[in-house]
Nanobody, 125 residues
């Protein structure tokens, strides 16, 4: 099992920035994936960023590309999501996730199976 704990959510005005953090109890393996997802009220969960833990390769969907940046501090078992130029449509519960070989949620070439409890991000216009 892997435990993940997010922090850093809050309320900001449009155009503002937030930095989310996620502390992992352990990595599933050295060459693994970590990701950030979000779920807005009444909508399906969507992936917003993925990073390969071994080489740092990242992926972003068009909806956040150029505004969000995923990064990791491997020594601290911590994942980050820097969010800039926030829009009201970014309002959602944000979750960090870790992959597993047979994880059930596919995103950006990885299969995610471990989830944090979520942190709320609210962007007002």
């Amino acid at each position: 099992q892997v435990q993940l704990v997010e922090s850093g959510g809050g309320s900001v005005q449009a155009g503002g920035s937030l930095r989310l953090s996620c502390v992992l109890s352990r990595y599933t393996r050295r060459n693994s994936c970590l990701g950030w997802f979000r779920q807005a009220s009444g909508k399906e969960r969507e992936g917003v960023a993925r990073i390969y833990t071994l080489n740092g390769g990242t992926y972003y969907p068009d909806s956040v590309k150029g505004r969000f940046t995923i990064s990791q501090d491997y020594a601290k078992n911590t994942l980050y999501l820097e969010m800039n130029s926030l829009k009201p449509e970014d309002t959602a519960m944000y979750y960090c996730a870790a992959d597993e070989t047979y994880g059930l949620t596919w995103f950006a070439g990885c299969r995610f199976d471990y989830w944090g409890q979520g942190t709320q991000v609210t962007v007002s216009s």
